[in-house]
């Protein structure tokens, strides 16, 4: 369901139309789309998703400035670096000129990447809570940190990218009711789902490849 076109269009209708009604401003509206087409391209292992995610995260960079999370706005310019990085590193690393190969996390990797989330999310919620006149600061910065690492495993095609996502949007969900960002509350919400099919799908996809040194 998730992987049709239909599911697409339709998530970009109730965006479009919940926008409206709540007056939200059209850049909201604009970004909501972007991001849906994004992540939909992403889920179907699609090297154009950069494309899309380059734009989200330009125009996102403008609205969490706007709205005071500035850990989401510094996490938006990274992400737009790292779109940029992932849509070489897929198509230059891969090989035959086909998409490169997912990879997984052994007990070190995760280790490794659950330590740095931890000390990141604490360190950049106390400047906030220090320096800046953030929203959320703890919370802003656990969806930065979460945000930032997810795109760069998302570039280096790891799998366990989606993890990282799926708790992205659960907390997404939280500040976007909190700030009043419904239509971006709306995304978040059809995202959750499509990052609950990513994994499924990447899952599959990955069972189908050749093993030979896949764990990082």
Not at 112 to 141: K, M
Not at 162 to 182: A, E, P, Q
């Amino acid at each position: 369901m998730v992987r049709s076109p239909l599911f697409l269009l339709v998530s970009s209708i109730i965006c479009v139309l919940v926008g409206l009604y709540i007056q939200s401003s059209y850049i909201e509206i604009f970004a909501s789309i972007m991001g849906i087409i994004n992540v939909w391209l992403l889920a179907r292992e699609k090297v154009s998703n950069f494309l899309f995610g380059m734009i989200t995260v330009a125009v996102f960079l403008y609205i969490f400035i706007t709205q005071g999370l500035y850990a989401m706005a510094v996490l938006a310019a990274f992400q737009f670096i790292f779109n940029v990085y992932g849509w070489y590193y897929w198509i230059a690393r891969s090989g035959e000129g086909e998409v490169k190969a997912t990879v997984r996390l052994d007990l070190k990797g995760w280790t490794f990447y659950i330590s740095f989330i931890l000390v990141a999310w604490i360190g950049w919620g106390y400047y906030q809570v220090r320096y800046l006149e953030s929203t959320s600061p703890y919370l802003d910065a656990l969806n930065a940190v979460l945000g930032l690492v997810a795109q760069f495993m998302l570039s280096r095609k790891i799998l366990e990218n989606w993890h990282l996502w799926i708790l992205y949007n659960v907390v997404s969900i939280v500040i976007y009711i909190s700030t009043g960002l419904y239509v971006m509350l709306i995304l978040a919400i059809i995202n959750l789902f499509i990052c609950v099919a990513g994994l499924l799908e990447w899952k599959s996809n990955y069972k189908g490849q050749e093993h030979t040194n896949n764990y990082i």
